[in-house]
């Protein structure tokens, strides 16, 4: 361990993880289910395919001549639609991913204060202000903005802890700091 990371270590809580795409992809559903917009856009999505299973079914069994090319490019549009928003959460995370991959292992440091992440080329502090809510899954905690609109998020991978009896020392930390959801 080298000397600033030593000193980190004694302030705060000091993680360091390699990018895992399970992590990525797990933080980003977490931030899109605490978003409003997107319970919204999946069932309006589902509901679009059931209004289009629907005229098809019309079209093959109502109508006097059944349509049986109507039926096929409704089916199909539907299920475009369900389709299309349920890779919304890999797609998203598959981008994310690839940026984050690029930057190597991530070390983070989380005190009182709030939360410090550096990578390769990256060292970014983010406050308790700004991540004012977190949610713990059985792998990471996600911090959460404020904003419900689907803006900022960070993870911190429990096995990113040298030690797994920190797992409660950070929960601690971000419960003092930060509402859990």
């Given at each position: 361990m080298?000397?600033?990371?030593?000193h980190t270590a004694r302030d705060g809580l000091a993680l360091a993880y390699p990018p895992v795409f399970a992590d990525v992809s797990e933080a980003v559903r977490v931030r899109l289910r605490a978003t409003r917009w997107w319970p919204a856009l999946r069932w309006a999505a589902?509901?679009?395919?059931?209004?289009?299973?629907?005229?098809?079914?019309l079209a093959l069994l109502v109508a006097w001549e059944p349509d049986p090319g109507t039926a096929v490019e409704m089916t199909l549009l539907?299920?475009?639609?369900?389709?299309?928003?349920?890779?919304?959460?890999?797609?998203?995370a598959r981008s994310l991913f690839l940026m984050i991959r690029s930057q190597g292992e991530a070390k983070a440091v989380v005190d009182e204060d709030g939360g410090r992440w550096t990578t390769r080329?990256?060292?970014?502090?983010?406050r308790w202000a700004m991540l004012p809510r977190y949610v713990e899954t059985p792998r990471l905690f996600v911090l959460l903005t404020a904003r419900r609109t689907g803006t900022g998020f960070a993870y911190l991978p429990k096995s990113g802890l040298a030690d797994p009896a920190a797992i409660d020392r950070l929960r601690a930390v971000l419960d003092r700091n930060s509402a859990r959801t």
């Open positions: 080298d000397e600033a990371t030593e589902r509901g679009a395919c059931v209004l289009a299973l629907a005229v098809a079914a539907g299920l475009v639609a369900v389709t299309a928003a349920e890779l919304v959460p890999w797609a998203t080329d990256t060292d970014v502090t983010i």
